[in-house]
């Protein structure tokens, strides 16, 4: 059954239709939250492939995204930041800057995800409908400017990809 829902559910078979389908092929009755609950449970689904509102979001997250670079990037020039270079600069931690990006968009974000510094510390990072960019729930001591350089950077190379 399970493999019979992944097919249809690729080929872009609404959930509705998906149980109409399953009942009568294996002469089941199931409902739409048992299908729900068996399709949540399948491995390699995208989900987005079909719903154009949510390649709608997506297009629209990602180009929040850029701008909220392209502004952190413009600010961190207009500050006199230019690229960051790791030899100048020794710092505790592991010394490399990782950017996670959450698949579940929090309330009244576009997009967010987590940040470790490459001086130990870690937080929350968010970017609100406006594109702009925000960090709350530092764990550690407060970044220093070169974390928040390497950071900004490293969340542009994400979103480059």
Not at 5 to 19: F, N, P, V, W, Y
Not at 92 to 110: C, I, M, N, Q, W
Not at 144 to 155: G, H, M, P, R
């Amino acid at each position: 059954v399970k493999r019979f829902m992944a097919g249809e559910i690729a080929k872009g078979t609404s959930l509705s239709d998906l149980q109409q389908l399953v009942n009568e092929k294996f002469n089941q009755k199931l409902t739409y939250m048992d299908i729900r609950i068996m399709a949540s449970e399948l491995d390699g689904i995208d989900w987005n492939a079909h719903d154009p509102k949510a390649q709608a979001k997506a297009k629209a997250e990602e180009k929040a995204a850029a701008e909220a670079a392209k502004e952190a990037e413009a600010k961190a020039g207009a500050e006199g930041g230019d690229a960051l270079e790791p030899d100048v600069e020794a710092v505790p931690g592991d010394g490399k800057t990782v950017v996670e990006v959450s698949k579940l968009v929090r309330p009244g974000t576009a997009l967010s995800g987590t940040v470790k510094f490459a001086s130990g510390s870690s937080a929350e990072w968010y970017v609100d409908q406006f594109g702009r960019l925000g960090l709350e729930n530092l764990r550690g001591e407060k970044p220093t400017q070169a974390d928040i350089e390497a950071f900004q950077k490293e969340l542009e190379r994400v979103f480059a990809r």
